[in-house]
């Protein structure tokens, strides 16, 4: 007779019941790829670690609000949402720019002067402007790079609704962009 673990529903159903045990289940199974993805994000260490923290206390508070399916994408936009409130706060403060805060002697890849003009500039204010579920589908496919199908299982919707939602993503953000006058605007 085979044990399978619980799936993230029965997790998250008993962290709203208060068992730490579930939550630390939930923490093995997703805190290894949200590490990952947020380290991608900043390349600062303490703040990854913070984040990552703070995503699994306010999983541990709000798991009673949590609507269902696979925790990967739900846990994701808490995380992006704390790093980016990290961030703010880091800004605002001046004490440091984390998107700078590269080990000394190296200087930013090309890819991170991009997805920083992305956070920050005309397309960030543009991502703004669209609906969550399609700015999550945006930001894992474009922007994480992930495939349709890794895009899919993060966010716990079919390929098919990944790949529509995309298109309409593409659409909305080339008018927002529009909207804001931005020449990207035509080449979405």
Known sequence: MSHEPPGDDA???AIARGDTQALA?????????????LTRRCPD??????????????????AGTYGGGAAGGW??????????????????????D?????????????????????EYGDVGAALDRISPELRAVLRATVIDGLTTREAARLL??????????????????RAAL?????????AC
Do not use: C, N
């Not at 260490?45 to 709000?62: H, I």
């Open 11 to 13: 997790l998250m159903r």
């Open 25 to 37: 289940d939930l923490y093995d199974r997703h805190s290894g790829w949200l590490h990952a993805r």
């Open 45 to 62: 260490p303490e703040t990854v670690r913070e984040v990552l923290q703070d995503t699994f206390m306010a999983a541990w508070r709000s």
């Open 75 to 96: 846990l994701w936009v808490i995380a992006a949402r704390r790093l980016a409130d990290a961030r703010r706060a880091a800004v605002r403060a001046g004490t440091r």
């Open 98 to 118: 984390l998107l700078a805060a590269e080990e000394p002697g190296t200087t930013p890849s090309a890819e991170e002067h991009v997805l920083a003009g992305l």
């Open 156 to 173: 716990g919707i079919p390929e098919g609704t990944v790949k529509t939602r995309a298109s309409r993503a593409r659409r909305e953000l």
């Open 178 to 186: 529009a909207a804001l006058g931005t020449a990207g605007g035509a």
